[in-house]
């Protein structure tokens, strides 16, 4: 089992950046392929981002070409780096493995933008 700790989040400009991270612990973090989720208020949360165990990334279609995943299995931690954020992208972030483990959800990190 993977215990998960997000961090990073705040309130933001549109068109402003943030960097969150994940920091993993209780299990082989190499082993897992990792995600970036978040839920928007009042939706249903939704994959956002993936970085597989030899590196490879993909992006849902909102986060292409503004948001970046990292990772680092040294430190066992996820990142996503947020670029020329939108309103739109308001929401609570939550790393977990691909496909997400029930028990290891964490409590997300809040990312709000606004003017």
């Known amino acids: 089992q993977v215990q998960l700790v997000e961090s990073g989040g705040g309130l933001v400009q549109p068109g402003g950046s943030l960097r969150l991270s994940c920091a993993a612990s209780?299990?082989?973090?190499?082993?897992?392929?990792m995600a970036w989720y978040r839920q928007p208020p009042g939706k249903q949360r939704e994959w956002v981002a993936s970085?597989?165990?030899?590196?490879?990334?993909d992006y849902a279609d909102s986060a292409k070409g503004r948001f970046t995943i990292s990772r680092d299995n040294t430190k066992n931690t996820v990142s996503l780096l947020l670029n020329m954020l939108k309103p739109e992208d308001t929401a609570l972030y939550y790393c977990?493995?691909?496909?997400?483990?029930?028990?290891?959800w964490g409590q997300g990190t809040q990312v709000t933008v606004s003017s």
């Open positions: 977990n493995s691909l496909p997400p483990k029930t028990d290891s």
């Open positions: 209780g299990s082989i973090f190499s082993s897992y392929d």
């Open positions: 970085i597989f165990r030899r590196g490879l990334r």
